[in-house]
Nanobody, 123 residues
Framework: QVQLVESGGGVVQAGGSLRLSCARS????????MAWFRQAPGKEREFVAA????????GFADFVKGRFIISRDNAKSTVDLQMESLQPEDTAVYYC????????????????WGQGTQVTVSS
């Protein structure tokens, strides 16, 4: 059974940084685009960033504004999200997701999900 396991969440002050990591078990990691979504209390799950199966295409939500970097290590079957200049509005549960080949901004397109990791940014 394939699992996505996130790590790296926590509490950080405004302006600080965090690095999230997601490890995917199972085969054929290189066939999958990987993405990060987030969900704040009372809000819908929203797209944050994604990277395609080969790593040569990435996408980011407008609110990222150059603050985040997504990367993948196919040898380790992991995808990381480096987050800089965090603000209180970035507070949410961050989810890792996977879909075949090319990334998409809609959560409906992703077939695999992690359990999420909490990111809290204090002002």
């Amino acid at each position: 059974q394939v699992q996505l396991v996130e790590s790296g969440g926590g509490v950080v002050q405004a302006g600080g940084s965090l690095r999230l990591s997601c490890a995917r078990s199972g085969r054929f990691f290189t066939n999958y685009a990987m993405a990060w979504f987030r969900q704040a209390p009372g809000k819908e799950r929203e797209f944050v960033a994604a990277i395609n199966w080969s790593g040569d295409s990435t996408g980011f939500a407008d609110f990222v504004k150059g603050r985040f970097i997504i990367s993948r290590d196919n040898a380790k079957s992991t995808v990381d999200l480096q987050m800089e200049s965090l603000q209180p509005e970035d507070t949410a549960v961050y989810y890792c997701a996977a879909k075949l080949y090319n990334w998409d901004t809609s959560p409906l397109e992703y077939s695999e999900w992690g359990q999420g990791t909490q990111v809290t940014v204090s002002s």
